[in-house]
């Protein structure tokens, strides 16, 4: 078996008829971290939803090869049964939801696409107790609606229990970082890192180089209108957070010509 995970080549894509995505290149293998830099508007979380398949997204070019697979003829929901997972950039509140119920009905639901069996409240309520270490969450976080009343910290935890239980293949976060202060991101960023295997891979989308401080990349790409101009290493985090998103504007314009 090919250990690439994610093939993506000269993606294109319309929101409300107009192109944001205009040829996107990215390929991820098993085990590696990638990170997608760039500036508000650039059509980083339009990528994002692409992958997983959001109605509100049409795909116009190219093609994803998920696992050998064709990923853009597959629904959301067998995007995300197989294994493909993406934490938002603002968690929905679901008031009525238990937390607890709404991770239960995930993880079954997964459980059941793998061929494993299915577990009652009483055995799932150990399982997640057992993961709520990964986010340093406190059990009563279980009992409330799904994200009801949460802080901006406390939602992302909890996308990363949720990441934590469902144990993807591909694990998307948009801008986890956005709202955190110092201590809730490294609670987060140590999460993503417990999950971390040779078998699966990451793709981190951050405006900042702060959470790669704590999440250190194999790859960093700059995505700029719509495409992905740029590929390195760590440093280039670095060198983007010196020297802005500006200095792009010189380099591509004398690329593209
Ligand atoms: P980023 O995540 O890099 O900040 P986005 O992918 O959110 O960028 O946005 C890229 C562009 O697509 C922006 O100009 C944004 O206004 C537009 N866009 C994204 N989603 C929608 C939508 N649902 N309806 C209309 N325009 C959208
Ligand atoms: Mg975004």
Redesign the pocket.
């Known amino acids: 078996m090919s250990d690439t995970i994610l093939s993506v080549k000269n993606l294109t894509a319309n ?2 008829g ?1 192109p ?1 995505l205009k040829g996107v290149n990215l390929e991820i293998k098993a085990g590696e971290i990638h990170a997608i830099m ?12 692409v992958l997983t398949g959001h109605p ?2 049409e795909v116009t070019g190219g093609e994803v090869i998920y696992l050998g697979e064709n990923l853009l003829e597959k629904e959301p929901h067998e995007r995300s049964l197989g294994g493909i997972f993406l934490a938002f ?1 603002y968690p929905l509140e679901i008031p009525g939801v238990s937390n607890l119920d709404f991770l239960r009905v995930a993880y079954n639901a997964r459980q059941k696409h793998l061929g494993k069996e299915e577990v009652d409240s009483f055995d799932f309520e150990e399982i997640v107790e057992e993961k709520l270490g990964v986010v340093q969450m406190n059990p009563s976080f279980l009992g409330r609606s799904l994200n009801e009343g949460f802080s901006g910290g406390e939602k992302k935890r909890n996308e990363i229990l949720q990441m934590a239980l469902l144990d993807p293949t591909l694990g998307i976060l ?2 986890i970082d956005s709202g955190l202060d110092i201590d809730a991101l490294k609670i987060v960023a140590g999460g993503v890192n417990q999950l971390t295997t040779p078998d699966n891979a990451f793709l981190l ?1 951050t ?1 900042y180089q702060r959470l790669l401080d704590y999440i250190q990349p194999h790859y960093v790409h700059v ?1 700029y209108d ?1 495409r992905i101009v740029k590929t390195g290493g760590k440093e280039l985090a670095l060198e983007l957070e010196q020297k802005g998103y500006d200095f792009l504007d010189q380099q591509v314009l004398a690329e593209v010509g």
Not at 38 to 49: V, Y
């Open positions: 929101v409300d107009t944001i760039g500036r508000n508007g650039s059509g980083k979380s339009t990528f994002s939803k509100d997204y950039q948009d801008e989308i405006h995505m719509g």
